[in-house]
């Protein structure tokens, strides 16, 4: 009989014993020297998938492999440049959140040769339209081609844009379903949603200046965040606490649409406040896996004109009903070669073509959208200084999940939370994504251009897929004036500070700072394979780059250095004495 352990005198918890060393577990726990090179490419900013492109001199024949970052913008593609391209975009952000001036200047006065080829355009369009009247076809043939020489010379000349419209002919338009008559809807407000005020917009897109009372001034900027409506009550984890009432229908539809949404909205508010309000925002889910969007604006808006433009915006789907769903993806209609149509499996009748779908909608006098998306209630905007701590933080939320997937920006840590995913994603995967899309085989309608090859319930759209989560387009959102410049241009920026900070006025492509080529250097690429006998192996790629990158960091290190202290010293007996920095 075992005598029973008293209270507290259980036995402590057996001591982990190191396995034995030259065993299979003592060698499992060591590190991978794989990993181990990874960890120090992503410490060091290496990609760790680039493209082996071959470049060729072609005047001296010289041929180099060069590794080209692959330029992925998520983490579990390549972690280096995900992170860079987060950087890149936070710089953007920073330089035209609190800008004081117009970021784009006015165009230049044309020159007198630009003035004098749109001069001769015109009179060739008027000779185009003589020779028209007219019917002397062969002439217009030839006015179209010396209308085609002048019009690439005022390219040449530097005028940006198409001075005029191209001549079509009867032969492009044939087979263009797109020319017929183009359908025009009510632009009249709904009735359930607030009028909003209308004024002309200024040319400006930087915000009011303040001026305190003690005399100073300041042009603060503000943080924006916009959701969308409920659809149910949900738990603290972002599931609903009925799946069975919560709403995954219209869930799927908002998240479709959401971007139109967007566009309404600064649309509305430039209207409204009467100048070129500038944002730049990214869109990510909540935890009950709807999209939201966190955006930078320029200047300071009123938070009641923002809550009423919001409260007053709307966007309208005006596609077929898709109340009943007549088939499924196990059950879906079938193509027949001869009618080159979709028809039913059953009675082998076509099914409604796009076109007579959109007809009966323009028919019928109470016709109502098929699907209405609005903002939620919920409107958080607040003021930012620029300069502050709290505008570099508001800078890293906005850009928080740019480098994750929409699926991953939430861990996924209960059972609760799988099923409201799979729940959410069946509802996406039968959603019409546009007026293309497979989906629509399922509600008895013919898509626009349909073909034999469409899979009902299988739409390849980005918004069908589990890692989307229904934001199918880009979820970086930037105003065209924000900075005016590109994510290139703050890519060459970046790279003519680093020139600067290291002394080096041309770098390794023969470019220097102003854009110029100092040496005409022709060369040829292509992309090399990976069994090619002049491309080293993976590992021995990423050791290079991994050194090269560690002396690039050294030097610039080094460059800072001197770039803080003073060029010299004086000693005390008034001699000045060089620093010695940089000499090593």
């Known amino acids: 009989m075992t005598a029973p352990t008293l209270p507290g005198l259980a036995p402590a918890a057996p001591t982990p014993v190191a396995p034995r060393p030259g065993s299979r577990a003592a060698r499992m726990a060591l590190p991978r020297s794989v990993d181990v090179l990874k960890e120090i490419a992503a410490e060091y900013g290496v990609c760790v998938r680039p493209l082996a492109m071959r470049r060729t001199d072609l005047d001296t024949g010289l041929t180099e492999v060069i590794d080209l970052p692959c330029g992925a913008t998520r983490e579990d593609k390549c972690a280096p440049c995900a992170k860079k391209n987060r950087r890149l975009r936070q710089a953007q952000i920073r330089e035209g959140w609190h800008r004081d001036d117009e970021p784009l200047p006015p165009p230049k006065p044309a020159t007198e040769e630009q003035k004098a080829l749109i001069l001769l355009r015109g009179h060739l369009e008027f000779s185009r339209d003589e020779a028209s009247r007219a019917c002397q076809w062969d002439q217009v043939a030839d006015l179209d081609e010396a209308i085609s020489e ?19 002919t009867g032969d492009e338009d ?3 379903e797109d020319n017929g008559r183009r359908r025009k809807r009510s632009t009249k407000r709904r009735q359930d949603a607030p009028d909003l005020p209308r004024r002309k917009v200024e040319r400006r897109t930087v915000g009011k200046t303040y001026t305190a009372p003690d005399g100073s001034t300041y042009r603060p900027s503000m943080w ?35 971007p ?13 406040e009467g100048w070129n309000v500038q944002y730049a925002g990214c869109v990510e889910p909540q935890r009950r896996l709807a999209p939201h969007a966190h955006f930078a604006i320029r200047g300071t808006v009123p938070r009641d004109i923002l809550r009423t433009v919001a409260a007053a915006t709307y966007h309208q789907v005006w596609w077929p009903s898709v109340d009943v769903q007549q088939y499924t993806a196990d059950r879906p209609p079938v193509w027949d070669e001869d009618a080159s149509a979709w028809v039913d499996p059953d009675t082998r009748q076509p099914l409604t073509t796009w ?14 959208p098929v699907h209405v998306v609005r903002f939620g209630a919920q409107v958080d ?16 939320y906005v850009t928080k999940y740019i480098t994750k997937h929409t699926g991953d920006c939430h861990k996924i840590t209960s059972g609760r939370q799988r099923a409201h995913l799979d729940r959410l994603w069946q509802e996406l995967r039968v959603t019409p994504c546009t007026d293309r899309c497979a989906n629509w085989l399922l509600y008895g309608v013919q898509p626009k251009k349909a073909h034999a090859k469409l899979r009902p319930g299988r739409c390849k759209g ?42 080096v006025t041309v770098g390794l492509d023969g470019v220097d700072d102003q854009g110029a080529t100092v040496e005409p250097v022709r060369h040829a690429w292509e992309l090399a394979r990976p069994d090619d006998p002049d491309v080293p192996a993976m590992a021995h790629r990423l050791l290079r780059s991994i050194s090269e990158r560690a002396r690039w960091r050294s030097d610039l290190l080094a460059a800072k250095d001197r770039a803080a202290q003073p060029p ?13 920095e940089g000499l090593q």
């Open 174 to 176: 044939q087979g263009d």
């Open 381 to 396: 905007a607040r003021g930012v200084m620029p300069g502050t701590e709290d505008a570099e933080r508001t800078i890293r």
């Open 462 to 503: 980005r918004v069908h897929q589990r890692d989307t989560l229904g934001i199918g387009g880009r979820r970086i959102l930037i105003s065209r004036d924000w900075s005016g410049k590109t994510l290139t241009d703050h890519k060459h920026d970046v790279r003519a500070w680093v020139r600067a900070l290291l002394g």
């Open 150 to 168: 002048v019009e690439e010379a005022i390219t040449a000349e530097g005028l940006r844009g198409r001075v005029a419209p191209p001549h079509s």
């Open 568 to 580: 010299s010293s004086t000693s005390p007996h008034g001699t000045t004495h060089d620093t010695g």
């Open 260 to 272: 139109r949404l967007l566009d309404r909205f600064w649309q509305n508010l430039r209207r409204c």
């Open 355 to 368: 076109a007579e779908a959109l007809d009966a909608i323009d028919e019928d006098p109470d016709a109502e």
């Open 224 to 258: 924006l965040t916009l959701t969308l409506d409920s659809y149910g009550p949900v738990r603290p984890d972002g599931t609903p606490v009925n799946p069975d009432r919560y709403d995954y229908r219209r869930a799927a539809w908002d998240a479709v649409h959401f």
